[in-house]
């Protein structure tokens, strides 16, 4: 698949910061090269031109907003991703939310360019809802269940299936994700079980004293499912 299996959201931790997310990057690369298990990585935005220079494997903004290049102080156009070579954005993360009108032109700003849009939602219909854009991605993130270390794949199982069934049955170009409290290989696995793509995570990698160790866990978990 194109769009990674495990993509690694390093927030703005001081322990993933600078020097130490291209270092985490380059460990999903090796851990990729290593496994077969495809990464991503999404760094924050002072980090994210010198992440994608240092890897090959997709590097991800935090957020973009629905603007061409022009006076908009603040603010991340599709176009300067492009141009700073990431692969596209994650998008309505629960700790960025846009209005849905605002998701639309982003992704299709997005698509434009030639970019993957992720678009996070909280609940199945709402993921429904912005799967209804035709995103690359949608991503089913409780946002209850985000950083506690508790994964929806075995807290809200019942709610990924769902997502799953509802984002297929109408939308099947799009490719289903989850996450929220996603830390082992055992929660990576149970999500692929259960029917989704791949997973969104960001602590149990971005705070980890050993990332690479953790990254290797974690695509452990996957392939345990992806052999079969």
Known sequence: MSTPVIIVNLKLYAESAGQKAVEIAKQAQEVQRETGVTFGIAPSMLDAWVVAQAVEIPVYAQHVDPVEP????GHVSPKLLKEYGLAGSLVNHSEKRLKLADISKVVSALKEEGLTSIVCAGNPRETLAVAALEPKAVAFEPPELIGTGISVSKARPEAVTETVELVRSHHPGVTVICGAGVSTGEDVKRALELGVD?????????????PKKKMEELAAGARSVLKQ
């Open 70 to 73: 022009g006076a908009w102080t």
């Open 198 to 210: 791949g997973v969104l995570l960001a602590s149990a990698v971005a705070k980890s004293p050993n």
